[in-house]
C-alpha cells in the first residue's frame, strides 16, 4: 500500500515511516509548515530513511482554523486545547487531502493509538495505545469516521523505550532528540505574551471576587488564570486560593476554597461519537475532563441540542469549560465533547 507519514523530525514520526517501509508499504514523508520557518529535521529524517519527501504551506489555514479559535476561546473565559482542533482539521484534515491527492491510501502519523475496523457494528474504532503513560487517544478523540479510515498508528503496539531502541538500531538522528511539550506556537508557553501581541494590545485588568461577589483584589488580565490555578495569583487572603470560575463578560476571576473546585455532574457540547451513533441514555463509561487525568467511572445522559451530562461516581477537580472530555469504554474510546461546566 501506497502510504504518507507525516514527519516532523522526531523520533516517534520517524520509527513510524521506518516501521512502514520496514514492513513493504511504498512510504514517502511529509511535513506541514504551520508557524515560523521551515525545520530541517523532518527532511534529514527522510533523506535517512530513503524515502521521497513533500513540504505543504499551510499556515493561513492554520492561523484560521486553529490559533483564531483559540484566542476565541480565551477570549470566552475557556482554557482551550488547540492540539485537538488540530488533529481534525489540519493533521488529519489538510494533510490527508494531501495524501489522497497524491494517490496514497492511507495516512500515518507517530500518535500513541490504535485503530481498527469493528466488523459487527460496521465503524472504525479507536483504542488506547499499549503505553498507557503515552497514550493520545484523548487527543484524538474528534477524528471522524472518514479519517480514521485512511489512518495508521505503527507505534500503538510499542513503548516509548522500544521505539527509541528501534531509532537507535536504525540509527536514525532522531533517536536521541528529546519529546516536545509544548504547544507549537507558543513554544514558551506564555499564552497571555502571544495572545496579547496577537490582538496588538493588553488584556484589561479586573476584579478578582469572593464565590457570594466580594472583591477580593485585582487581577491582570482573564486570559492569564485557568480553573484549579493557585499559583500565580498575587493576592494574599490568609488562606489557599483557587480559580473556581471565570466571567469573560465581567471580566471576573472567580477564587474559593479547593473543595469548591469538584464536581460530580459535569456538561459538554460539540460532542463527536467514534464507537456509535450515539450513546444511549445511562450508558456506563469511565471519563476523564483533562489529558492528564485518570478516567473515572460516569454515566452519560442526552440532553437536548446535542448536550451530554456526564455524572461521574467520585467528584472531578476542575473541569474547565474549553478542555476537552473524553469518554471510553475499557480500551475503545467512545467520544467526547467540550466541557461547558460542572456542578
Known amino acids: 500500500m501506497n502510504v504518507m507519514t507525516a514527519l516532523s523530525g522526531g523520533v516517534d514520526s520517524s520509527v513510524c515511516a521506518a516501521i512502514l517501509k520496514n514492513a513493504g508499504h511504498t512510504v514517502c514523508g511529509a511535513t506541514l509548515h ?43 473565559g475557556e482554557t482551550p486545547n488547540p492540539c485537538i482542533i488540530c488533529n481534525r482539521l489540519i493533521k488529519f484534515g489538510i494533510l490527508l487531502d494531501h495524501a489522497k491527492k497524491l494517490g ?54 510499542l513503548t516509548k ?33 502571544f ?24 487581577h491582570q488580565g482573564i486570559i492569564r488564570y485557568t480553573i484549579g490555578q493557585r499559583k500565580g495569583l498575587g493576592i494574599a487572603l490568609g488562606e489557599p486560593a483557587f480559580v473556581l470560575a471565570k466571567n469573560a463578560d465581567t471580566n471576573q476571576v472567580i477564587l474559593g476554597s479547593e473543595e ?6 459535569v456538561l459538554a457540547d460539540r460532542t463527536n461519537w467514534i464507537a456509535c451513533e450515539k450513546p444511549q441514555d445511562g450508558m456506563k463509561v469511565t471519563a476523564k475532563t483533562r489529558y492528564s487525568h485518570k478516567e473515572s467511572e460516569a454515566t452519560l445522559h442526552i440532553l437536548e441540542n446535542g448536550v451530554i451530562l456526564a455524572e461521574f461516581s467520585e467528584p472531578q477537580r476542575a473541569p474547565a469549560p474549553g478542555q476537552a472530555m473524553v469518554f471510553y469504554d475499557g480500551e475503545v474510546v467512545v467520544g467526547g465533547g467540550t466541557i461547558i461546566s460542572g456542578e
Do not use: W
Open 104 to 157: 496514497q491510501d492511507y495516512l500515518a502519523t507517530g500518535h500513541y493509538a490504535k485503530v481498527k475496523h469493528d466488523s459487527a457494528s460496521g465503524r472504525m474504532l479507536l483504542m488506547r495505545a499499549k503505553d498507557a503513560t503515552k497514550d493520545q487517544t484523548y487527543m484524538l478523540y474528534l477524528l471522524t469516521q472518514e479519517q480514521l479510515a485512511r489512518t495508521m498508528f505503527p507505534l500503538g503496539d
Open 161 to 193: 523505550k522500544e521505539i527509541r531502541e528501534i531509532a537507535e538500531d536504525l540509527k536514525l538522528p532522531s533517536a536521541g532528540k528529546p519529546d516536545s511539550q509544548d504547544i507549537c506556537f507558543v513554544p514558551d508557553g506564555d499564552y497571555a505574551a
Open 260 to 265: 469548591k473546585l469538584f464536581a460530580r455532574r
Open 195 to 218: 495572545l496579547e501581541k496577537r490582538r496588538r494590545k493588553a488584556y484589561p485588568k479586573g476584579d478578582f471576587v469572593s464565590a457570594d461577589g466580594n472583591v477580593l483584589g485585582q
Open 34 to 76: 504551520l508557524v515560523g520557518t521551515p525545520q530541517q529535521d523532518a527532511h534529514d529524517a527522510a533523506d535517512a530513511l530513503g524515502i521521497p519527501f513533500y513540504e505543504f504551506f499551510e499556515q493561513e489555514a492554520f492561523d484560521a482554523q486553529v490559533i483564531a479559535a483559540f484566542q476565541d476561546s480565551y477570549n470566552r
